[in-house]
């Protein structure tokens, strides 16, 4: 067994977390908390347009099923569990954009439903301030693709604020493609359906990865 070293902390593991932390899926009422967080994730990247739905949807309780027949929409917290406070936050959704572009376009909804099932967007990913550097948001992210994977998505994605080194960094330890400025993902297709392009929106790249 090797030592470590006087002064040097310990590399947390992906799925190490500080006591009294859990992750779990949202309840019914926390929409609000939820939301607040997720405002974090979304500072540079435009208006944050649907938090009241977001919100709704939280407060509404789950599992969630997109409105295509397939695909999870599901919204993870991490809580310190003596307080009860919501400390981080996770929320992971089929490829609503994608596949609405497809729907404009005549796409079969049984293509629909199989390209709802099929990917993931990390859509945000945010942990409050005071407990950062701890291991909270990586478990929060292995989470949600073991969830996604275990409902048959085998590919996930996101995007970012183009040029943020600490967040390339922190997706390229967990195994994700980091994409230049601009750049589409081509989500790879099965015998079910095509292969698909998601764009990032102006002044974001895209990071990638199968799960």
Do not use: C
Request: net charge positive.
């Amino acid at each position: 067994m090797g030592r470590v070293k006087p002064g040097k902390p310990r590399r947390r593991r992906h799925d190490d977390l500080p006591p009294g932390i859990r992750i779990r899926e949202s309840r019914p009422g926390e929409g609000a908390a939820f939301t607040d967080l997720a405002a974090l994730a979304m500072e540079g990247h435009g208006d944050f347009d649907d938090r009241e739905a977001m919100s709704e949807t939280v407060n509404a309780g789950g599992p969630f099923t997109s409105r295509f027949g397939a695909g999870r929409l599901l919204f993870l917290v991490a809580e310190h569990t003596p307080s009860g406070r919501i400390v981080g936050i996770s929320s992971s959704i089929p490829p609503l954009s994608v596949l609405s572009g497809m729907e404009r376009d005549g796409a079969d909804p049984a293509v629909l439903g199989a390209t709802a099932m099929a990917y993931v967007k990390v859509r945000a990913l945010s942990v409050a301030d005071d407990y950062r550097r701890q291991g909270i948001a990586s478990a929060l992210l292995a989470k949600a693709l073991a969830v996604h994977r275990d409902h048959r998505a085998f590919f996930a994605y996101g995007q970012f604020t183009a040029g943020d080194a600490s967040l390339a960094r922190f997706y390229r330890r967990h195994g994700f493609t980091i994409h230049a400025p601009g750049e589409p993902v081509i989500l790879p297709g099965s015998s079910r359906h095509r292969d698909v392009g998601a764009s990032p929106l102006p002044g974001e790249q895209m990071f990638s990865r199968p799960i």
